[in-house]
């Protein structure tokens, strides 16, 4: 089998979509298996930002792309992702899984208006999963069946007392609310079921027949359902264990799963982060590192590198390799250090806390590291085909103390926006 898994490591916005785009020109096939549109992959696509929120980032490589189970999909954000990518040029070759959930359209207004406290993003995850778990939503087969107003008007319907409970829609109004999502739901299912097909066996297929499959995880370990910073996290499991109930393939399938963790820590919305610095630093590796959500445009919280946590998402989701980005964001900080481990109530702690409370306040260890160097570009591409021992001594201690730390390699280097703008060790 020849299937890899790539996930976030930290909470997300790690560059996810710049290395899956890199590593997918290698890839014949990729495959997203969690999230939604929350999701904000950031990809250059000759000199231009293109950001890719449902559509897997190796749709810029011609890679066949594949939507799984796991996915919450908004077809009308999805049809208006896929004429984006038209008029650049592109026509993705694109499957999309008949058994993912839909987001509908009070998804995301009641995401919108009870997710500030954790800092969702508004696009309907949250309660698209919550519908999805109560056996009460709509799947993609259901839009694009021939009955798809009857389906859709018989889900609507099952929710009027709460809709109009929450605020959503008035008993007057209700009717043509829905009338309104039924035809235009039904018109996307209509668009998009020329894409649409059994993804599982699909997968299975590709892979028995040799293909190289790679497996995009959305967001990061650290926003896990279930291991994440909980009730601070996404409603999906981003560990790469996800990848097989969110695609139907089995973990046989699997060569390797690869972690992708900037060499700082950033994370958007609300929840525990104990790296976290404000100030003269804080500002200069915002700047610097362009750290504004994809797909919020807020600003990310900037916290020093921490390989507490780091550690911790290695162990629980299986990474065996690391790529880590912006390292070329740090010669900025004149007193770097790196966050070691924790202390509690006078304690230091051998396990990443899972309550969010002592998470607040937590001590973080540091292990400081003074100032790396600056390089150029020209100085980076110089370092291609080389060793690690080649790089910088400050560069080179800085890694190779992620790799002692974490017990794993670290395999990709990332220092710039660009596909070229990076260093691969084999």
Known sequence: MAGIIVVGA?????????????????MDVVVRFNGGANAGHTVFYNGKEVRLHQIPSGALNGNVCILGNGMVIDPVELVSELENLVSIGINPSIFISDRANVILPY?????????????????GIGPAYEDKMERTNLRICDITHPNARDFISKVIDAKRDY?????????????????????????????????????????????????????????????????????????????????????GVSFSSIDKVIGI?????????????????????????????????????????????????LKFAVEVSGIKELAVTKIDILPSIADLVVAVSYELNGKQLDYFPPNAYDLQMV????????LLENLEKAEWEALKGRAKDALPAGIRRYIFFIEKFTGIPVTILSYGPERGDTIEYR
């Open 163 to 247: 809709l109009i409970f929450e605020g959503i829609t008035t008993p007057e109004d209700f009717e043509s609310y829905k009338t309104k999502i039924v035809a235009s739901y039904s018109a996307c299912g209509k668009q998009i079921a020329q894409f649409v097909k059994s993804t599982s066996f699909l997968v299975n297929k590709f892979l028995k027949d040799g293909k190289k499959v790679l497996f995009e995880g959305a967001q990061g370990v650290l926003l896990d359902i279930d291991f994440g910073t909980y009730p601070f996290v996404t409603s999906s499991n981003t560990i790469a264990q996800g990848a097989f109930t969110g695609t």
């Open 261 to 309: 963790t900037k060499a700082y820590t950033t994370r958007v919305g609300e929840g525990p982060f104990p790296t976290e610095i404000n100030g003269t630093d804080a500002e200069i590796l915002r700047k610097k590192g362009n750290e504004y959500g994809a797909t919020t445009g807020r600003p990310r919280r900037i916290g020093y590198l921490d390989l507490f946590a």
């Open 363 to 370: 001590k973080p260890i540091y292990e400081t590291f003074g």
């Open 107 to 123: 998804h995301k207004e009641i995401d919108r208006a009870k997710g500030h406290g954790i800092g969702t993003t508004g696009k």
């Open 10 to 26: 930290q909470w997300g916005d790690e560059g996810k979509g710049k290395i899956v785009d890199f590593l997918s020109k290698d």
